[in-house]
């Protein structure tokens, strides 16, 4: 385990999760005796106040250098009328490292079921992995913004949702071998062609694996009915922001859920589903496991060290069986507080 990581700490609760995620790193490695290189870069609306610009330069070479890009969080009120906001350069940053391939793994931890907002019995057994196209559709259209008529173009090729989907089967695999895919092909023509692309590269290469095709609108209601039910969930860009956010918070709290942002190489992009929390920043009380299992991720993919990956979520797992918790999860830890628990737990 020796390599280069860019860490982009960002706004609000960002830097705050960045610094948790770094601690328990700090034990990882110590435990493992193995080093790791890293540098903090401006990123997002720090970057806006400190050079202009989200995403500036020195910042976008240091990520394409890098073997893996560490992220807490971007974006809040002070920025939303930049004339380049926080947020279009974490879609800059994605687009430029090349990483179609967002897995964000939502898990009911122990204790969960007394987190969950769902009944105990609804609850148990929660443990999926949403594969959200992350660089094509909506979010990277042609966009018309004016005062009386505004579009964003939405289009996928093949070629986009092919790569996307081959990720979905080959988790699959290494999972429950189920995957269920979620569009409006009844309504959009991009869910059309996802359909049919998604069903011919499971008839060509994955017939092992059992494939379900659901619509977005039944797939919000079935995450809160049947949640248990689902292994690998793949879909386009927004219907994936839209389903991980609903799908995390079943789990307890958002605050929770990592993921890992992968291309074709080793590289990835590795961040907590959640933003900036401006609500909560500076109060201590951001639940720091989502960068923590982000880090785990990075671990895992872009250092093939499996198994300080597996160390980091067992920590976590005891952590959270011991009662421990930010406020959103019931407990009274701090952000640095439960960090430190965690990195106790890898000692
Ligand atoms: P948010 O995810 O920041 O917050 C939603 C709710 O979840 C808030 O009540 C917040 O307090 C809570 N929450 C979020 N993270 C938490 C944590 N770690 N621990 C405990 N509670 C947590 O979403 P928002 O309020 O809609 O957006 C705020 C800003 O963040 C916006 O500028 C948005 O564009 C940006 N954003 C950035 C990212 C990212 O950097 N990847 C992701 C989502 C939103
Ligand atoms: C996320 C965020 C981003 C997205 C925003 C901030 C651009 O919501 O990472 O989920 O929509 O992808
Ligand atoms: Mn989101």
Redesign the pocket.
């Known amino acids: 385990m020796t390599g280069t990581i860019a860490i982009l700490p ?1 706004d609000g ?1 960002g830097p705050e ?1 960045t610094a948790a995620a770094v601690t328990v790193l700090r034990a990882v490695i110590a435990r493992e005796g193995r080093s790791l290189d890293w540098r903090f870069y401006d990123f997002g609306g720090a970057a806006i106040d400190a050079q202009g610009d989200p995403f500036p330069d020195a910042t976008r070479a240091a990520c394409l250098e890098a073997d893996a890009v560490l992220l807490g ?4 009120p002070q920025w939303d009328q930049a004339p380049k906001r926080p ?1 279009a350069g ?1 879609l800059a940053l994605r687009s430029a490292m090349g990483v179609f391939a967002n897995l964000r793994p939502v898990t009911l931890w122990p204790g969960g079921e007394a987190m969950s907002p769902l009944r105990d019995t609804i609850a148990r057994g929660i443990d999926m992995l949403i594969v959200r196209e992350l660089t094509g559709g909506l979010y990277f259209g042609e966009k018309v913004e004016g005062t009386s008529t505004a579009s964003d173009l939405c289009t996928y090729t093949r070629d986009e949702v092919e790569r996307v989907a081959h990720k979905a089967f080959q988790a699959a695999r290494l999972r429950r071998g189920r995957v269920t895919s979620v569009d409006k092909a009844n309504v959009i023509a991009t869910s059309r062609l996802w359909r049919a692309v998604v069903s011919d590269i499971h008839a060509r290469d994955y017939s092992d694996v059992v494939l379900e095709h659901v619509l977005v609108d039944a797939m919000a209601m079935k995450l809160i009915q049947q949640p248990s039910a689902f292994d690998v969930i793949l879909t386009e860009n927004l219907f994936g922001d839209i389903l991980s956010d609903e799908a995390s918070v079943l789990t307890g ?3 929770l859920a990592p993921s890992a942002s992968l291309g074709e190489g080793h590289r990835g992009l590795y ?2 589903i ?7 920043a500076g109060t201590g ?3 720091p496991i ?1 960068a923590i299992l982000s880090a785990a991720m990075m671990l895992q993919f872009s250092f093939g060290a499996a198994s300080a990956a597996a160390a980091i979520e067992q920590a976590v797992r005891d952590v959270l069986a011991a009662g421990r918790g ?1 406020p ?1 999860i019931g407990g009274s830890d701090t952000t640095d507080s439960l960090a430190l628990a965690v990195a106790d737990a890898l000692k």
């Open positions: 960002g609760v999760v969080a971007i974006g809040g947020e974490l709290s958002i605050g961040e907590p959640h933003g900036s929390a401006p609500d909560i009380k951001a639940n989502g930010t959103d």
